[in-house]
T-cell receptor, first 116, second 112 residues
Framework: GAVVSQHPSRVICKSGTSVKIECRSL??????MFWYRQFPKQSLMLMAT?????????EQGVEKDKFLINHASLTLSTLTVTSAHPEDSSFYIC????????????FGPGTRLTVL | SQELEQSPQSLIVQEGKNLTINCTSS?????LYWYKQKYGEGLIFLMM?????EEKSHEKITAKLDEKKQQSSLHITASQPSHAGIYLC????????????FGQGTILTVHP
């Protein structure tokens, strides 16, 4: 399957700082990328849909000013958690669509964010 | 409320046994995805089903989508410890850009 990478894999930051997470499709152009959040022992919750060159679409209850998403190119989307607080600590996973089989969606390895 | 129900929530089997995980939607599916996840890692794509009655297999894993496109099952034959993990089904309702809504997951443990 297609390869999607995320960076960093783990990040620990102080409360009040901002953290940027990158999601890259390595071997295909991703017209759409998705950002999910996963709490321990829970399923994935979609946060936002990101399309290259346009504004992200956020799910209900997700603060767009808190979670800034930029889809700058067909291979890169970034999620910035602004003014992070301990309750933002979570596992963030991105996924990308647009490979050989357009309906397939491939996931990155995830980023573990811990806010102290 | 959870619109995509997975069952069972957890499953413990002895190596070599067969097992089935079910995924039921309250609405007709445009597409149904199966993924496997190791705790703290990303999701590994297993299979995608779109047509009613469709069945796909990969190695010892078979997934089916019923004719009404509301229920899917994932069957593992002769389970191995390497099959252990969290299995997630995700539904695509044909909304914009193909976003997925996931079930709560099934935690599979395979004892050697």
């Amino acid at each position: 399957g297609a390869v999607v990478s995320q960076h960093p894999s783990r990040v620990i930051c102080k409360s009040g700082t901002s953290v940027k997470i990158e999601c890259r499709s390595l071997d295909f152009q991703a017209t759409t990328m998705f950002w999910y959040r996963q709490f321990p022992k829970q399923s994935l919750m979609l946060m936002a849909t990101s399309n290259e060159g346009s504004k992200a679409t956020y799910e209900q209850g997700v603060e767009k000013d808190k979670f800034l998403i930029n889809h700058a190119s067909l291979t890169l989307s970034t999620l910035t958690v602004t003014s992070a607080h301990p309750e933002d600590s979570s596992f963030y996973i991105c996924s990308a669509r647009g490979g050989l089989v357009r309906n397939e969606q491939f996931f990155g390895p995830g980023t573990r964010l811990t806010v102290l | 409320s959870q619109e995509l129900e997975q069952s069972p929530q957890s499953l413990i089997v002895q190596e070599g046994k067969n097992l089935t995980i079910n995924c039921t939607s309250s609405k007709t599916l445009y597409g149904l995805y199966w993924y496997k996840q190791k705790y703290g890692e990303g999701l590994i794509f297993l299979m995608m089903l779109q047509k009613g009655g469709e069945e796909k297999s990969h190695e010892k894993i078979t997934a089916k989508l019923d004719e009404k496109k509301q229920q899917s099952s994932l069957h593992i034959t002769a389970s191995q410890p390497s099959h252990a993990g969290i299995y997630l089904c995700g539904e695509d309702r044909g909304t914009s850009y193909g976003k997925l809504t996931f079930g709560q997951g099934t935690i599979l443990t395979v004892h050697p």
